[in-house]
Antibody, heavy 121, light 107 residues
Framework: EVQLVESGGGLVQPGGSLRLSCAAS????????MNWVRQAPGKGLEWVSY????????FYADSVKGRFTISRDNAQNSLYLQMNSLRDEDTAVYYC??????????????WGQGTLVTVSS | DIQMTQSPSTLSASVGDRVTITCRAS??????LAWYQQKPGKAPKLLIY???SLESGVPSRFSGSGSGTEFTLTISSLQPDDFATYYC?????????FGGGTKVEIK
């Protein structure tokens, strides 16, 4: 069974940093591209970042470019999101999501349960 | 960035109704469109990809159509489990973008 389990969320002050982790199991993590998608409380979905299976291709939403860094450790079956210079508007549930790589482009077939990041003083 | 606009934002319907949700892209995205269903407190679920391809395990009452800039998600006969919020997502180019969502409520 495919499982994605996020951790690392919490309360942080504006300007602070946080590192999110996503532990993957039930599939061959190293051959799949992965993503982070977030959802502010009561709002819609916002794609945050993409990383290819080997980590050589990375993309970011303009809203986080220069502040967030996506990475992965295929030996540990883990995905990460380093978030720096956090702002109030980064408050959201952060999901890691797998790209099935069967749709001709990036979609999301499996999602974690999400981890809540709250940026507030 | 490509903007995705969904309509309506809220839809009231009864069990057994045929329901149609529209998603428009600010520029052509060919058929690179997916649809998701999300229930409160849960992660989204992939329903449709490549505009009209049904994800494995998704009931056949869900269907998608369209290409270019206009797309629709249709539920042929609304079931109690279908009351949820639906999102479209374009994957023609990065940044990937979602529509604002359509909440399907019980009438």
């Amino acid at each position: 069974e495919v499982q994605l389990v996020e951790s690392g969320g919490g309360l942080v002050q504006p300007g602070g940093s946080l590192r999110l982790s996503c532990a993957a199991s039930g599939f061959t993590f190293s051959i799949y591209s992965m993503n982070w998608v977030r959802q502010a409380p009561g709002k819609g979905l916002e794609w945050v970042s993409y990383i290819s299976s080997g980590g050589s291709s990375i993309f970011y939403a303009d809203s986080v470019k220069g502040r967030f860094t996506i990475s992965r450790d295929n030996a540990q079956n883990s995905l990460y999101l380093q978030m720096n210079s956090l702002r109030d508007e980064d408050t959201a549930v952060y999901y890691c999501a797998r790209d099935p790589m069967a749709a001709g482009g990036t979609t999301f077939d499996y999602w974690g349960q999400g981890t809540l990041v709250t940026v507030s003083s | 960035d490509i903007q995705m606009t969904q309509s309506p934002s809220t839809l009231s319907a009864s069990v057994g109704d045929r329901v149609t949700i529209t998603c428009r892209a600010s520029q052509s995205i060919s058929s690179w469109l997916a649809w998701y269903q999300q229930k409160p407190g849960k992660a989204p679920k992939l329903l449709i990809y490549k505009a009209s391809s049904l994800e494995s395990g998704v009931p056949s009452r869900f269907s998608g159509s369209g290409s270019g800039t206009e797309f629709t998600l249709t539920i042929s006969s609304l079931q109690p489990d279908d009351f949820a919020t639906y999102y479209c997502q374009q994957y023609n180019s990065y940044s990937l973008t979602f529509g604002g969502g359509t909440k399907v409520e019980i009438k």
